[in-house]
């Protein structure tokens, strides 16, 4: 049992591609191949870099493949698998360059195609990856792992039916693949389908990502009954923005049982325990005193049976510490000058969330925002990231304040100055959302579910404004379209001139 209840990963269907396949044997051509350094022939290092990757090893397994290369420099399993783990490694382009080279040395290799659509994807190139998403399930029609990548890619070239289509092939060939049930579930949800949508989501659970956000439970799993006399734990059990979107449900806990427990980040917590009817948060696992039953933050929509005309929206259904909101508003009036709107910012998510790469990007991107008229801009970026800093003065009066935003409750007191936050996808936007602040959100292609299809607002968070990416990768389009917002926004707010009465 881990120490703490850390802020768990939301659950992305087939986020790092399909698995690595084993290598196969070798032929006699390359057995003829000479040794590398360490006396083994390349197959046999092959496979020990395929394991050292598997177990996330990675620097290992890319000098292993290195040493191979060194002795057979066009080796194409070699040559793949130091692709397949140089992504892996944070390099999807040099996984893409060499992914391709193997490829076109030694064609016909279902795996290769597959990794290499699921780079493509994640490298914006659509066309390239559906290219060879679909060479790979032709190659090999009865792999539910390709099918399920494939759905995917058909998602962020807006053919929701033939994403449907893969899926459901895939779930027939096996009929417990989690990912599979979990990226059905995804593409339900997004189209607003809510009934069949939240069977499938339970699923994450079962997703290798999944089985690791809470350890083994010996109280009963909760189904939404009444328990008046008994203790129940509710589980924050994903990501920082999932954990806020879902609060909303915790006042609907605390109608059905005696006692409720929360557990969850330690950054969270603060916020979180202000909801009337938690008795007490916990951070550290070991803290959890007896209950009787437990369920996960993320299984409420499921239990109370949530549409799309039945989502708790009563606004806010957080709240800040008054007296910490009167701090911030002190400070606030000493650091940024009177009269100007007071806008948050925030640019980037966690670099380890599995979209992280398709909704954040460089403070400078939005350059054009710091531009659009007289404001006062507000960080609200933890970390700030180290890249930025020289960026800060495209941005009026904006200055690195992170290492006093503690925690979620200290964000929503500053949250509460503010007039406007603008953010990218991650967990500021749902944070002003919650608080019934007015937030513009800019939207990656394809979107995440809760946002559901192109449309500009939101029936979770009624004060939100939705920027939409129109291409995936593409910002300029979306950001043009909310500077223009902006600016006509910060021109509304301007005070009208005082002029002299010469009438006579």
């Known amino acids: 049992m881990s120490a703490t209840i850390p802020a768990q990963q939301p659950q992305q269907a087939a986020a790092a591609g399909t698995p690595l396949a084993p290598m196969a044997a070798p032929s006699a051509q390359q057995a003829a191949q000479p040794l590398t350094a360490s006396g083994e022939t390349p197959e046999q290092a092959l496979t020990r870099a395929q ?6 090893r990675l620097n ?34 040099k996984g893409v360059v060499l992914l391709r080279k193997a490829i076109s040395l030694r064609p016909g290799n279902a795996s290769w195609y597959a990794h290499l659509s699921s780079l493509c994807r994640m490298t914006y190139r659509i066309e390239e990856g559906l290219a060879m998403g679909q060479e790979a399930i032709r190659l090999d029609p009865n792999n539910a792992e390709h099918l399920v990548n494939l759905s995917l890619i058909f998602v962020d070239a807006d053919d929701r039916e033939r994403a449907t289509a893969c899926l459901l092939r895939a779930l027939g060939l096996k009929h417990d693949h989690a990912d599979g049930h979990l990226a059905m579930a995804q593409t339900l949800l997004a189209q ?19 089985k690791a956000t809470m350890p083994p439970m010996t109280s009963a799993p909760w189904n939404g009954m009444r328990i008046p006399n008994g203790r129940l734990l509710l589980v924050g ?3 920082y923005g999932d954990t806020i979107q879902f609060a909303r449900y915790i006042p609907m806990v605390v109608d059905r049982c005696q006692e409720l427990i929360l557990g969850c980040s330690a950054e969270m917590g603060p916020l979180l325990s202000t909801i009337p009817g938690v008795t007490q948060y916990c951070h550290r696992w070991n803290d959890v005193p007896g209950h009787a ?6 299984s409420l929509p499921y239990l109370f049976r949530t549409r799309m005309d039945t989502i708790p929206a009563r606004i806010p259904y957080l709240k800040a510490d008054p007296a910490r909101i009167a701090h911030w ?8 000058p009177p009269g100007l709107k007071r806008i948050g910012v925030a640019w980037t998510g966690r670099p380890t969330h599995p979209n992280d790469r398709r909704r954040s990007m460089p403070l400078s991107t939005l350059a054009p925002i710091g531009q659009a008229g007289p404001a006062a801009f507000v960080s609200l970026q933890k970390p700030f990231p180290a890249g930025d800093v020289e960026a800060m003065g495209l941005f009026p009066y904006l200055t690195d304040i992170s290492a006093d935003l503690t925690d979620f409750g200290e964000t929503a007191a500053l949250i509460e100055n503010l007039d406007l936050v603008v953010t990218v996808d991650t967990s500021m936007g749902h944070l002003a959302g919650a608080l019934g602040k007015p937030v513009w959100i800019l939207i990656p292609k394809a979107a995440d579910w809760r946002w559901l299809l192109d449309r500009e607002d939101s029936p979770w968070y009624p004060t939100a404004r939705l920027f ?31 002029t002299a009465d010469v009438g006579g």
Request: hydrophobic share 45%; with cysteine.
């Open 192 to 210: 607003g389908d809510f009934d069949a949508g939240w069977m499938e989501y339970e699923w994450r659970n079962l997703t290798e990502a999944g």
């Open 293 to 298: 039953a437990h369920v996960r933050l993320s």
């Open 51 to 56: 394991a050292a990757a598997q177990a996330k």
């Open 60 to 93: 290992e397994a890319l000098g292993i493949c290195q040493d191979v290369l060194a002795t057979a420099p066009d080796h194409p399993a070699a040559l793949a698998l130091q692709g397949i783990v140089s992504a892996m490694a944070g390099d999807p382009e």
């Open 237 to 239: 059990d994903q990501g």
């Open 329 to 336: 508003r002190e400070r606030l009036d000493a650091m940024l």
């Open 468 to 498: 939409r990416q129109q291409k995936p990768g593409a910002w300029e389009e979306p950001l043009d379209r909310l500077v223009t917002a902006l600016r006509q926004d910060l021109v509304a707010a301007m005070p009208l001139p005082i």
